[in-house]
């Protein structure tokens, strides 16, 4: 099966075109304001409107209040939600939108109860444990804990890059991998020629 892959912290059309051009299957926009990747509605509005067709819009919130995320769901085209912070299962489906729910690799963290509790989310994005930090860390994670027998799509985030992706892929079997920092320049803007080197790690494992 073909792995996925999604290019999350795009905050320049430019950036969400070299993403769709090199084969990305979605792109993820940051709305918490305490990341450098923060990007506003009315930006990611005119990303939304620049990107082709068949490219899937996400949108990341870390334990934003509900009256933000509706005022950014009838501003910006978003296809899925992705929650990153403490968010409750039933927090996630109040907005009546496919989502995935992002776990941290803490030390005791039991992945079979996680897909339990949110058991109606699209997949479970693993990400690295960092401190204060909701993804984008640019770190990895020890991938030999995933367990195999999982029943709920997996994305592999955690400091991914075109030169480790490849390995993260044959150990882990993800549905999707999930890469920002590994494509990027500087904090939020994207290296098109990472972007695409990305891309051509994971078709030469999928």
Not at 74 to 90: A, C, S, W, Y
Not at 113 to 129: F, S, V
């Amino acid at each position: 099966m073909r792995t996925r892959v999604k290019i999350c912290g795009i905050t320049r059309i430019e950036d969400a075109i070299a993403a769709a051009q090199a084969g990305a299957d979605a792109i993820g926009f940051v709305f918490d304001s305490n990341s450098p990747r923060y990007i506003s509605s009315d930006q990611a509005l005119k990303i939304s409107r620049a990107i082709p067709p068949y490219v899937t819009t996400v949108g990341l919130f870390v334990d934003a209040p509900p009256d933000k995320i509706e005022a950014i769901l009838k501003r910006v085209p978003l296809d899925l939600l992705q929650f990153h912070g403490n968010e409750t299962p039933d927090h996630c489906r109040r907005y009546h939108r496919p989502y995935i729910k992002a776990i941290p690799m803490e030390t005791r963290v039991d992945l079979h109860e996680k897909a339990r509790l949110y058991g109606d989310a699209t997949g479970l994005l693993l990400d690295t444990h960092a401190m204060q930090v909701a993804g984008g860390s640019g770190q990895t994670f020890d991938w030999g804990r995933v367990p195999p027998d999982l029943n709920k799509p997996l994305i592999l985030a955690g400091g991914l890059t075109p030169e480790n992706v490849g390995e993260a892929i044959r150990r882990v079997r993800p549905y999707a991998v999930d890469v920002s920092s590994g494509v990027e320049l500087t904090r939020g803007v994207k290296d098109a020629g990472k972007i695409a080197d990305f891309l051509a790690a994971v078709g030469k494992t999928s």
